[in-house]
Nanobody, 112 residues
Framework: QVQLVESGGGLVQPGGSLRLSCAAS????????MGWYRQAPGKEREWVAF???????SYADSVKGRFTISRDNAKNTVYLQMNSLKPEDTAVYYC??????WGQGTQVTVSS
């Protein structure tokens, strides 16, 4: 079973940028849709963005125009470029695709 490891989180000021990575232990080519999700303290996990094997993308309204999801099937990695970050983007970010189990996530904190 493919395992996913998220990285790239950290502390950033409002308006800043971060690039998250999701590295898979095996091939993601067969996983049609890969997605990023996030969970803020005291809130339920929510969908952020997804990308199909053919690189079609979709975004939650709250991040549209600021976040960009991409995938590199050759490197078995999915990325989330986050620009113009806001305090409300603070959360633990996870990636998932198909039946892959949830990983540990990576913490993103947006604060001055």
């Amino acid at each position: 079973q493919v395992q996913l490891v998220e990285s790239g989180g950290g502390l950033v000021q409002p308006g800043g940028s971060l690039r998250l990575s999701c590295a898979a232990s095996g091939s993601i080519f067969s996983i049609y849709v890969m997605g990023w999700y996030r969970q803020a303290p005291g809130k339920e996990r929510e969908w952020v963005a997804f990308i199909t094997r053919g690189s079609s993308t979709s975004y939650a309204d709250s991040v549209k125009g600021r976040f960009t999801i991409s995938r590199d099937n050759a490197k078995n990695t999915v990325y989330l470029q986050m620009n113009s970050l806001k305090p409300e983007d603070t959360a633990v970010y996870y990636c998932k695709g198909g039946t892959t189990p949830w990983g540990q996530g990576t913490q993103v904190t947006v604060s001055s």
